[in-house]
């Protein structure tokens, strides 16, 4: 059986190293926002290229926090991706905020920036894009229409790390960048952990607060915080991952690459295009038939996943909430199929899924 993803495996290359930083923290005596987290803060928003990092508790969390930081009016609207991830709206709804949903483009499956101004009223206050599936959004355009509007930009980057638009990092366009490590992701801890990332560092010295009970100093509070503080631990397994985190998406670009070449035209693949650096968090493609070859597939003895099967405005807990029509996210939701393409398979692997993909 060729599994969709393997975390057990994934992580046996790390594990050695892994085990020296478990072994560090346990020596140290050290568990809660100690030099594990500061380190890795500082590595992360260097990798980045620069800036500076909030290690939080998890990718919901700094998309929560990311906009209390505004603290814009209760009942402000909030531009989202109709097909965002559940995380990115139930983050504008713990602020009181509303998500005004604007529908996608069918061949990047990110917010299509064309559609956005007529999405705007008097009572938007900021854009939160989504990086899906690790592919940037188209930045420029955003940020244009953001700052003609005077909107904060934040971008949901918990797919994306590493990913590059006209040669930037994903976190560093906006006023924020939002990472979740949640250990699926192409910088996985091995439990949950997120961060904020920003250009300036008064915002991320005031999350740093906030995330530890809004204080700055100890018994001192400056702010109605909370407790998201991300794991000294996980953040010693996190400093591990990404300093191999450039071999870990090149091996899912190889694979992407071996998707791109082989299957055949019934499939639509993801978009490429030379001003995208993708890092195939998820390599989805789409057929009008998926379930039906989901099925094919799992009787073959390959697993997929469907990113995602019910869209926003269709879940239980969004009845009522969310009108209008989205129809385009419809058809993502219905024809999307996601592939293995994770550091545990092979291109042996991927080839083989290919072919077995073709012979649908
Ligand atoms: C696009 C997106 N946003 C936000 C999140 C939330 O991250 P976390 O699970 O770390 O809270 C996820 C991860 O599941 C995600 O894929």
Redesign the pocket.
């Known amino acids: 059986m060729i599994p969709y993803e393997d975390l057990y495996q994934l992580n046996q290359t790390f594990m050695d190293d892994y085990r020296k930083s478990f072994d560090d923290s346990m020596d140290k005596g050290w568990y809660i926002l100690g030099n594990k987290v500061s380190t890795f803060e500082n590595e992360f928003a260097a990798y980045c290229g620069g800036g500076h990092c909030a290690g939080l508790a998890?990718?919901?969390d700094a998309?929560v926090l990311a906009l209390r930081y505004f603290n814009f009016p209760e009942g402000a609207e909030v531009i989202v991706p109709s097909n965002a991830?559940i995380?990115?709206i139930l983050a504008v709804y713990h602020n009181g905020l509303v998500p005004v949903l604007v529908e996608p483009d069918i061949s990047t499956y990110n917010i299509d920036p064309a559609k956005i101004p007529q999405a705007i009223t008097s009572k938007t206050r900021a854009i939160m894009v989504?990086h899906l599936y690790g592919k940037c959004c188209d930045m420029e355009q955003v940020l244009q229409i953001a700052g003609a509007h005077g909107l904060k930009v934040i971008e949901?980057c918990?797919?994306a790390h590493g990913a590059t638009f006209k040669g930037k990092k994903a976190g560093t366009f906006g006023d924020f960048g939002a990472f979740?490590f949640?250990p699926t992701k192409n910088l996985g801890a091995l439990g949950?952990g997120?961060a904020l990332l920003s250009a300036d560092e008064d915002k991320i010295a005031e999350i740093k607060a906030v995330r530890n009970y809004g204080s700055r100093e100890k018994y001192h509070n400056d702010y109605i915080g909370i407790n998201s503080r991300l794991d000294e631990i996980q953040a010693g397994f996190l400093s591990v991952k990404l300093s191999r985190l450039q071999e870990i998406n090149a091996h899912k670009r190889k694979l992407a690459a071996i998707y791109d070449q082989e299957l055949n035209t019934n499939f639509i693949r993801p978009a490429v295009h030379s001003d995208y650096g993708d890092v195939y968090h998820i390599y989805a493609v789409r057929h009008p038939e998926r379930d039906r070859l989901r099925e094919y597939l799992l009787r073959n003895n390959i697993r997929t996943e469907v990113h995602y099967p019910v869209p926003p405005h269709r879940q239980k807990a969004l009845k009522n909430k969310l009108g209008g029509a989205y129809p385009i996210s419809e058809t993502i939701h219905r024809t999307i199929l996601s592939l293995p393409v994770s550091y545990c398979h092979t291109q042996e692997q991927v080839a083989h899924v290919a072919a077995v993909m073709n012979a649908f």
Do not use: E, F, M, R
């Open positions: 998890s990718g919901l998309l991830y995380a990115t989504v949901d918990a797919q979740s949640y949950d997120g």
